[in-house]
């Protein structure tokens, strides 16, 4: 069956478990929602929620125990690099390349470019994140705002279908995350990128999202998905944002007392 | 009130503290050196020497310091030292190499099965505390009296320690690391080269200098029990020879230049750590 219009990523009814040493753990429990070209989805919820582990299963990195993900009705199937990750961690960056030879480098692995264009690439990726000053650094040299610019900047010189960010600002003070926050948005209106960003942070989603998906933990499920348009000029004021807080509060937490948060 | 304080305020002239950067003297600025202060006590420890050897005045027990430079000097001129240098340095480099291969290839298999894993954990417990040396009997009998039984121990001085470090320089990469390498495609010994190796190269220089450290032992060691074969020994059998025929500053020769190489590799080693593991910000 065809449909008019399908969503580029389709994830449906999917369980997700692991394994530790001791138990299986259940993840998240036939999780569904779908993201559209140019969508900036958030995946809310507190912690427990299976939110990050969502984010790697649409990464390739867990096949799901049931239920499927599909990228434009394409099963997804291990890692790729038409689904970057952008992780929390700022030692996502390789200490032994510089700035410019870590964003060429995922070029050249890839396929993506030769190794002559690839460095014109990677210039061009680091001038939008304004770090063409340090493009020779390595990055135990730069502070941690600065190197997750430099991971976006290499994600986002992939041009990849879907750029998955994994709370990559929670490691960051509090200035440096509102600056990085307004600098993504900027990144965004210039390239369009579809984005699901994972986050615990009422705030960050609604800044960042055009799409809340709701989760509640133990095990992951959907509770509600929301749409935002801030974008809407006519929305844009506080009382808009106050009431989405409130509702997104309201759906989180209402129930509070069965789950350890 | 206190706003009139700032606006008065003046902070005091700076001849009344002190200087702000006074140069250090010509003879500080050397005493900083680290090679000057090495320098100096080599320099020491060659006066003690001579001083004691004079005193003592046997040569056939302990020859002075420049009776031994001078026989350094011409077993390197005109004698065989050169060559003997040569022989050992060939056939260390290719134990090196093949151990360093082997450990390489166990470390990734390692990595990449939960069997290899084991299998390096049970043959390192066993091997790595058995020393090269004690193996050479059994070698002289497989390989005969020659290169090959060598070759044989040196590899196996060498591939343990190796194996050990970068098994574990390996398993202490973290997550992060190894799912960007997959996240743009990296697969099998790509994945290995580009990702495993350099993020685990800190552990892995560590292994490589204690390797290189137990072979060049063994190597000495090995020459000096069964010496010349076909017709070209090492610096082991340089100093054996020389012991038999009573050139005792030729024995001290012979360790000197195995102290010197031992020095110079640490250095070269040193110099890679500063290339690398210093410049990259990566502490193990």
New interface residues.
């Given amino acids: 069956m065809v449909t008019a219009v399908s969503p580029l990523l389709d994830v449906r009814d999917v369980t997700l478990q692991y394994k530790t040493s001791e138990q299986l753990v259940t993840a998240t429990w036939k999780v569904s929602f779908q993201a559209d070209r140019s969508d900036r989805l958030v995946l809310l919820g507190p912690s427990g929620c299976g939110k990050s582990t969502l984010l790697?299963a649409i990464?390739g990195?867990l096949t799901p125990a049931e239920g499927a993900i599909t990228l434009e009705g394409k099963p997804v199937r291990?890692?790729?690099?038409d689904?970057?990750?952008v992780?929390q961690?700022t030692?996502?960056l390789?200490?032994?390349k510089t700035v410019k030879q870590n964003v060429a480098?995922?070029l050249i692995?890839?396929?993506r470019a030769s190794r002559q264009d690839a460095a014109d690439q990677a210039m061009n990726a680091i001038r939008t994140v304004k770090l063409e000053k340090f493009a020779d650094a390595?990055?135990?040299?730069l502070s941690g705002g600065m190197k997750q610019r430099v991971a976006i900047a290499r994600c986002l010189a992939?041009k990849p279908d879907i750029v998955l960010m994994d709370e990559p600002f929670a490691a960051l003070d509090a200035l440096t995350r509102q600056q990085m926050q307004e600098e993504l948005l900027e990144l965004w209106d210039r390239s369009k990128f579809t984005l699901i960003f994972v986050t615990h942070s009422i705030e960050e989603a609604i800044l960042l999202g055009n799409r809340v998906v709701l989760l509640s933990p133990h095990p992951g499920q959907v509770k509600e998905i929301l749409e935002v348009n801030l974008d809407d000029p006519d929305n844009r004021f506080y009382g808009c944002y106050d009431q989405l807080r409130d509702t997104i509060n309201r759906v989180l937490f209402k129930d509070v007392g069965d789950y350890v948060i | 009130m206190s706003s009139d304080k700032v606006l008065t305020f003046t902070p005091p002239t700076v001849e009344a503290i002190a200087d702000i950067a006074r140069p250090l003297s010509r003879a500080e600025r050397i005493w900083n050196q680290a090679l000057v202060r090495k320098g100096f006590i080599l320099l020491l420890l060659a006066v003690l020497w001579q001083l004691y050897a004079r005193q003592l005045n046997n040569p056939l027990i302990f020859p002075t310091f420049s009776e031994s430079v001078v026989a350094l000097w011409q077993a390197f001129v005109h004698g065989e030292l050169g060559s003997r240098v040569q022989t050992s340095l060939t056939i260390l480099l290719s134990g090196y190499a093949i151990g360093i291969v082997l450990a390489t290839l166990l470390a990734a298999l390692a990595n990449g099965t939960r069997l290899g894993n084991d299998l390096l954990e049970v043959l390192t417990a066993m091997f790595n505390p058995l020393p090269a040396i004690a193996l050479l009997p059994l070698a002289l009998l497989w390989f005969g009296l020659g290169n090959g039984s060598i070759t044989f121990v040196l590899v196996h001085a060498v591939l343990w320690p190796v194996a050990l470090s970068t098994h574990s320089g390996f398993a202490s990469i973290s997550p992060t690391i190894r799912m960007v390498g997959r996240n743009y495609g990296l697969t099998g010994m790509q994945f290995v080269l580009q990702i495993l190796i350099p993020a685990a190269f800190p552990a892995i220089l560590t292994g490589l200098k204690n390797g290189w450290a137990f072979a060049w032992r063994t190597l000495i060691a090995a020459e000096l029990v069964f010496g010349v074969s076909s017709g070209s020994g090492g610096i082991g059998w340089f100093i054996y020879e020389n012991k038999n025929q009573l050139e005792i500053a030729y024995v001290f020769a012979g360790l000197l230049t195995v102290i010197a190489i031992g020095v110079a590799m640490d250095s070269l080693f040193r110099l890679v750590e500063q290339r690398t593991v210093n410049r990259w910000g990566m502490k193990y």
Wanted: zero cysteines; aromatic letters at 18%.
């Fill in positions: 790697k990464g990195y291990g890692p790729g690099p689904r970057v990750m992780f961690e030692e996502q390789l200490p032994w480098f995922a692995a890839s396929g390595y990055p135990h040299t992939m």
